[in-house]
């Protein structure tokens, strides 16, 4: 079964709420109608009415039954400002959070947050830095994961693999680098995708030494102590980690070595590189970036994305929130 048609299958008729704050982006509001008439999340559009229904009106798409919200005309705003000072702990006062809630990215992630939607798909008018500072700020990273990461699914025909971190973590310490292995053995799982789990080296099982492997090898060491179900191993190589005939060579002994699903970089400049390669060389389709550690589901969307790649993005978002 392709991918994503089984992670429709996971949420159709489930009703999940996205929010998407671009609302006058006709690639979004291509997408919402789309989910909308598939009945596999329940969208709501930010932005002013007329407008929005404008904007749509010229693209001949039909809003019928898809909820609009516009930020400065909202019944609930009152409840919502308190709700975001507090949630800010004294770092905002009531009118900069007043001012802050007419940005679409803010309201939408504070609705995330009260529960008024389970996730937001955000980015194709906006910088990274616009999606992910909200969400950083309101939204938060869970118990136990200090940094939020990105990770992306690569795709050949029937091959399926995770790359991480590709995208927010310039150079996480080992601590950082065992958390996103297990946020991306979660992820991995939602995609169907075995959580055979490689922490990637210029080193396999100590064949050079440096800072570099060591922070690597730590890493391996506490990613197993937080999830001891996931089959988790390094410091690897590639060649060690995918090929079973290096595996038996260079770590025998390794149970993910040869059998590598998720390939967990040392730090972005490699995992940007890495994915990039396959993506080109390879000719991998490179689905993301997934934000992982989050406490609620924030989509970054590319600036150069196309209405499919909304479509594909709000399904994995609304699968996300189906994890534990």
């Known amino acids: 079964m392709d991918m994503f048609e089984s992670l429709s299958q996971k949420i159709a008729g489930k009703k999940i709420k996205i929010v ?3 609302g006058l982006e006709p690639r979004i509001l291509g997408a919402v109608v ?6 596999l999340v329940e969208p709501i559009v930010i932005g002013n009415v007329d407008a929005v229904k404008e904007a749509a009106k010229g693209r001949g798409f039909r809003l019928n039954g898809i909820q609009i919200i516009d930020p400065a005309d909202y019944a609930e705003i009152d409840e919502m400002v308190a709700s975001f000072v507090a949630r800010r702990n004294g770092k905002l006062t009531e009118e900069q959070a007043r001012k802050l ?7 939408g992630t504070m609705m995330v947050h009260m529960g008024l939607a389970d996730g937001l798909v ?5 910088s990274t830095g616009d999606t992910v500072r909200p969400a950083l700020q ?3 990273t869970k118990p136990g994961v200090s940094r939020t990461s990105g990770a992306f699914i690569m795709l050949r025909g029937t091959e399926r693999f995770l790359f991480a971190d590709c995208a927010i973590n310039i150079n996480p310490n080992a601590q950082e680098l065992a958390e996103i292995a297990v946020e991306s053995a979660k992820t991995a799982e939602m995609f169907d995708i075995q959580p055979n789990v490689a922490l990637m080296s210029f080193s396999t099982k100590g064949s050079a030494a440096s800072p570099e492997v060591d922070k690597v090898v730590e890493a391996t060491k506490i990613a197993k102590e937080l999830a001891p179900h996931y089959n988790i191993d390094g410091e690897l190589q590639f060649d060690a980690a995918f090929s079973e005939v290096v595996a038996k060579q260079k770590a025998p002994g390794s ?3 040869g059998k590598a699903k998720v390939f967990i970089f040392p730090e972005i400049q490699s ?3 890495g994915y990039k390669i396959a993506q080109r060389f390879g000719g991998f389709e490179a689905v993301g970036p997934i934000l992982q550690g989050l406490n609620k589901p924030i989509s970054d969307l590319s600036r ?3 209405e499919e790649d909304v479509y594909k993005t709000a399904i994995i978002t609304a699968n996300q929130t189906l994890l534990d």
């Open 122 to 126: 955000s980015g194709a008018v906006h």
């Open 255 to 257: 149970t993910v070595a």
């Open 101 to 107: 809630l007419l940005d679409e990215n803010y309201f």
């Open 34 to 39: 789309r989910l909308k008439a598939e009945d």
């Open 20 to 22: 998407f704050p671009e």
């Open 304 to 306: 150069g994305c196309n």
């Open 271 to 273: 995992g940007n590189i």
């Open 138 to 140: 309101i939204i938060k």
